[in-house]
Every structure is written in C-alpha cells, then in structure tokens.
C-alpha cells in the first residue's frame, strides 16, 4: 500500500482524518493492541515524565573536602556561612531540570534534618544556631519554584554503632519513616549501592561487612516507602521502580532498554538492559556537574561545560533514560558562580531548542493505520496519551511527515505510547529534500524516547518513519521535530593551583609495566594500564621530583573509560623519600567509592613531608576485573 503524499490527502479531504485511504468507510472506532511484555506501574509512567532532576550533595564532606566521612566528624563542623536552597533549587530550575533530589544523609551518618534519632545531625551543629532543617528548607525551596522533591539516604552508616546488627535495621527504618512522613509528597527515595566497609560505628573503627540483600530486606524496604509515599519511585536493589545505568559518567547503554531480567544486574547489564525482559526497571543515568560528588575548590575550573552537557544530553535522556544531574553546594551552602553559569546556559538554550515542535504544521500519514482512533495524526497533537498504530499483524509500517516549505531541523524525537509496553526493536529515519529519499539515521529502541541528532541542520519536504523490526504492532505517541541553539560558552575560572606541582617538574624513575608516564602527562584521556590480580595483586610507580618538595597529599584521577577490562585501584600506600634510599610512610588507605564514581580521589597525608621522591603502591582492585587503570596523579603541598 503506497504512502500518500500531502497534495493527495489534501485533494482527497484526508487531511483532516490523517489516516490512510485504507480506511474510509471502515468502522469509527477500533480496539487497542494489547500490551507487549513488561509495562510500566503508574508511579514508574509519572517518573519516566519527568525526565531530568537535580542531585544534591551536601554535608560534612562539603567541610572536610572529602567524597566519603568516615563517621567520625564533629557535627560543628556542619557550618554554612550563607545558606539558601531558593539559590541551589533556582539555579537547577533555570538549568532545564524539574525536580530535587537530597542526600538527607550520606555514608558518614551525619543528618541534614533534626531528628531526635541520633546525636550525629544538624541539631548539634552551628547552623541556625541548632534550630535548621536542611531537608525542609530545600522541601519548601522546591515547592516554591514548582519543583518536585525527592530524598536519598545511604543505607550504609559509619557513625551508627549497631550497622551491621538487626539494631541498626530499627534506627534505619524509622529514619525512613520520618522523611517521608515530615516532607510532604517524595516523587522518588534513593538508596545508595555502598554498603560495608571501614567505619568509624560508634568508636568501634573496624571494618564491617553485609550482605546488602538478606541484611536490608529490600522488598520490606520498599513497602515501607510505598506505605507513606506510594508514589515515590524506589532506586537501585533488585525490586525497586529504577535501576542505576552501571557508570556514574551519565552514559546509557545506545540502546538502552527499559526492561530487565529478574537478577541482580552485571554493571554491563545495568547499562543496556534486556530487551524483552520481565521487569520494568528502568535505569536512571547519575552523573555530576563536576568530577566529584561533593563541592571541591579546586574543580571550580573543571564544572562540565554548555556543550559538555548537549553530549551528556544526547548520551543520557536522548537514550530514554532520566538523567539525575548531580549540583553540590559550596561551603557557603550555595552553588558557586561556575556552576551556575553553566546551568543558566545550557537551560536556556534547551528551552529554545525544545519550545515548539517544527513538524506541528506538518500533516502525517502512514501505509497502515489501526482505524481513526489510531490515526498518523496523533503523532503530532501533542497529547502523550494518543498514538498511531496498526493492525496487529502489521509490525513494519512507515510514518510520513509532509512539512512545510523551509523546515529546518537537527533533532528527531520519538517516543512509543509506554503503557503498551515497549514495542519496536529497531527503526530508521530518511528525508527527502527533493531528490527521493535517502537514510540519515537509524537505531534500536525507542521506549520512553529517542532523539537523534543529525550531523547538521537539513531542510527537507519529507521526513520518513519506518519501523525496521518490531514484537507486535508500533504504539508511536509522538515523532517531533526541532532544531538545536546552541548555548551561549561560559568562561570557567583558572584552575586554582593548590600548590599542585606542574606535571614538568615530575618524572618516573620506575613503575610496574609500562606507560606509566600518563600519569603525569595531565591529559584524562591517557592511562596507565597493568594487569593486577583482583584481589591481593598490586602495581608500584616512583615519582621523582625535580627539587626536593614539602608534600601534604595527592590526587589520584581514575580512567573514566565506561565497561572495560579495568578498574581503578582500591587501597594505596604511599612512601616518600629524600634519597630514593630511605622511605617514610606518608599515608594508607582505600579510595571511597572510587569504582562507581571514577571521581578524582583526594588524599591529604597525615603530616607534610619533605621528599624528592614518591613511591605509591597501589593494591587490589575496586572491581573484578583483570587490569588496573589510573589516568593521572598529581602531587600537592
């Protein structure tokens, strides 16, 4: 059956019905297909509507300068000089995204509301002289910029005395039910996958081990929340309404399936899902604006910029996943100018791109259409709950937009009518500019949507949709089109120098393997890379310097390379020298949460040392893999 063109329908009355000519006279109305596979729970339909949304961490790290408290911290040190979370929730809404997410509470323990649960929160800090709710304040910040409001509270504690013991589980639970009994309405609770390890637990200092399923319950976790908060979608366990992407870079598997298979995910699995799985468990993509999770100086030069953030775009909601954007507060208790800069830019060039779909003067057709309640049309009224389809033996149709003279664009977005379920396996897009058709992209999975962006702006008469291999008959709820602003550039600060030693002024003098002079040679992008035994296996590397130094640290930048063979290093030991004879100890430990993250590690050594040389070795593996890989490593005084 051949498509028809604008002219016919036009000539024929047609265009008004936007469907094909197989259907005139044919009965008003036509039943719906049937779902396919797994389909989304109402909760999960409202979460995959809201698209993008802001993380925020902010807490004792923010003051130590470190990703993860031991436990340990004195809460005076909690001390925010000019807090307002109006600044932080004002400078996420003008950065495109709809929602706040809050780390009521991280790894140390430390909590951001005044909970009368343990001595370890804001009530014995300086903020507002022990008075504050950081957690309201951003609750009532959110709902005045019409935002919604989410928490996280990491399972894992090195405060609590009793982790690891079923007291915990008690104190754990009613945390859970204060924060979702005092804020209001939670559109999501977030549980972190750390769980276990070095902790302070009440002055025990010990390490602690769990088995994170049989220790947490999850399931009676998650109907605890869903008591108080059956809206609030439950993140990352197996059983919970979202899954983690499997890197913390903001980058979903292309494709990137919504459905799963009903197991603890691989980190690889995490990332590209299972098509035709049997759950609905779809991944949130989890990245910062910066390196690391927690507001640091020094990254003030390296926030991500207005262009860095379209290929974030593009690598993240354009695959269908919800991107939660992470934004750490200064220790102002603000977001620093860099930062929001940069959301002030990339947003605004968003809102222009996305402001009005350039097909919406088109007029749609298709070769098979279910009947009039299915029509091509429904494509582009704009109402997420019409669609086109088919009859059900038809799986391959072709959707035709006829354009207007002049229409330019560079974004395609599509997306599939979810409570259907996820129905295409692969489609492709051509134009016709007016010498016949031609592809300009192709792809698999389409889901909750898929914008594609082409190479360059086109201007063409035609654009076609054709589904290339589908499971049952499309549900297509939208196919729109827009062309990209670009973002105005941002000038970022001059990296601070911390006296952080110019990478000219260091040399390797011996290493484990070779290449090891990519850790001095400031580019991310280079690496070292040595095979090392998971568990007990090590890699060593000497650094000499140019001139005998005062050292207070260094700074350890892992390879951000997403689902390779390697891993970053999970424990250090560092000596130092001013011989190459004699060493001293300068520090030892294990690098916090370094193989989700692959954030920048920085480690301050307990005394400054003199040295003209540095040995690190580095042991095990924060991951099974079979090769270590760090990308540089800096020294400062």
């Not at 000089?81 to 932080?88: E, K, T």
């Not at 029509?375 to 959707?399: C, E, F, M, Q």
């Not at 996820?422 to 492709?428: G, I, K, L, Q």
């Not at 590690?601 to 890989?629: C, E, N």
Request: net charge neutral.
């Amino acid at each position: 059956m051949s498509i028809i063109t604008r002219r016919t329908m036009l000539a024929t009355g047609l265009a008004s019905m936007g469907t094909s000519s197989a259907w005139a006279g044919k009965p008003a109305s036509a039943a719906a297909p049937a779902p396919w596979g797994a389909t989304p729970s109402p909760r999960q339909l409202a979460w995959h509507a809201r698209e993008q949304y802001a993380f925020v961490h902010f807490s004792i790290n923010t003051f130590t300068d470190r990703e993860w408290g031991y436990g340990d911290e004195d809460p005076k040190l909690f001390a925010p000089s000019d807090f307002s979370a109006d600044q932080i929730v004002g400078a996420a809404k003008a950065g495109g995204l709809r929602g706040i997410v809050l780390t009521a509470k991280h790894h140390d323990g430390f909590c951001l509301w005044p909970t009368m649960l343990t001595e370890h929160c804001v009530r014995n800090s300086p903020f507002r002289d022990g008075k504050g709710d950081i957690v309201g304040e951003f609750e009532q910040a959110a709902r005045r910029a019409g935002m919604d409001f989410a928490i996280y509270l990491s399972p894992w504690d090195r405060n609590h005395a009793d982790y690891g013991r079923p007291a915990y589980l008690d104190y754990y639970r009613k945390q859970i039910v204060e924060l979702c009994t005092r804020y209001g309405t939670l559109f999501e609770f977030w549980f972190d996958g750390a769980n276990g390890g070095d902790g302070y637990y009440g002055g025990a200092r010990e390490t602690r081990k769990i088995d994170s399923e049989t220790y947490y319950d999850w399931p009676s976790i998650f109907a605890l929340v869903h008591q108080h908060q059956p809206m609030a979608c439950t993140f990352e366990p197996l059983g919970s309404d979202a899954r983690w992407v499997g890197n913390e870079d903001g980058v979903a598997g292309d494709p990137c399936w919504p459905t799963m298979a009903n197991h603890k995910p691989t980190q690889a699995e995490g990332n590209a899902g299972l098509r035709n799985g049997p759950l609905w468990w779809p991944a949130e993509t989890n990245t910062s604006i910066r390196p690391g999770w927690f507001y640091h100086a020094d990254e003030d030069s390296k926030v991500k910029d207005p262009q860095r953030m379209l290929r974030l775009f593009d690598e993240s909601i354009a695959r269908g996943t919800n991107l939660i954007l992470n934004l750490p507060p200064d220790r102002r208790g603000r977001l620093a100018d860099p930062d929001v800069a940069v959301l002030q830019s990339f947003g605004a060039a968003q809102r222009a791109t996305f402001a009005k779909n350039l097909a919406d003067r088109g007029v749609a057709s298709a070769d098979h259409v279910r009947g009039p309640g299915f029509a091509a049309r429904n494509v582009l009224d704009g109402n997420p709950k019409s669609y086109w389809s088919t009859p059900d033996a038809i799986h391959t149709p072709s959707l035709v937009l006829d354009l207007p003279p002049g229409t330019s664009f560079d974004l395609v977005r599509i997306r599939e009518f979810l409570p259907l379920g996820v129905r295409v396996d692969r489609f492709a897009i051509d134009i016709d500019t007016g010498a016949g058709w031609s592809e300009v992209a192709r792809g698999e999975c389409i889901a909750a949507q898929r914008v594609v962006r082409l190479p360059a702006p086109v201007v063409a008469r035609r654009l076609r949709l054709r589904i290339v291999a589908a499971q049952a008959c499309p549900a297509i709820s939208e196919v729109a089109l827009f062309r990209q602003v670009a973002p105005l550039a941002v000038k970022l600060p001059q990296a601070r120098a911390r006296d952080v030693l110019p990478s000219s002024d260091l040399s390797i003098v011996a290493a484990t393997g070779s290449g090891a002079e990519a850790l001095i040679d400031n580019d991310p992008g280079s690496v070292w890379q040595v095979p090392v035994a998971a568990a007990s296996g090590s890699a060593t590397v000497t650094i000499k310097l140019a001139k005998r130094q005062r050292l207070a640290g260094f700074i350890l930048t892992p390879s951000r390379a997403v689902n390779t063979d390697s891993a970053p290093p999970k424990r250090f030991v560092v000596e130092t020298s001013v011989d190459g004879k004699a060493w001293s100890n300068a520090a030892s430990d294990e690098f916090s949460n370094i193989a989700n993250a692959l954030s920048p590690q920085r480690i301050l050594f307990a005394a400054k040392t003199d040295a003209s040389y540095v040995r690190m070795t580095f042991v095990g593996l924060a991951a099974p893999k079979s090769h270590m890989a760090i990308a540089g490593i800096d020294l400062f005084g």
